[in-house]
């Protein structure tokens, strides 16, 4: 299982954890593992093309990760988190 850290505007679907362990051999596996425990947390991270979305972040092991299918191992770490904006 991966690690999953999660930022505070998706615990709402998550009933407020934080973190959390989910399976898959990749970033949109483990996506999709979370998806069907926590309907709707996917679509917060990823759109209809399945890339992720502008103002998401995800990293594997503190590297950003900009591919759904970058590979994980039982001992990786994903942080996904919104990015800030402003001006």
Do not use: W
């Amino acid at each position: 299982m991966v690690q999953v850290l999660l930022p505070s505007q998706l615990t709402s679907y998550t009933d407020g954890i934080s973190r959390l362990e989910a399976a898959g051999d990749c970033i949109g596996q483990v996506l999709d593992d979370l998806d069907a425990r926590f309907p709707g947390l996917k679509f917060r991270v990823v759109d209809e093309q399945d890339r992720i979305r502008r103002h998401m972040r995800i990293f594997r092991n503190g590297d950003r990760a900009q591919d759904l299918r970058l590979g994980l191992s039982d001992r990786d770490e994903v942080l996904i988190f919104g990015a800030l904006s402003g001006g």
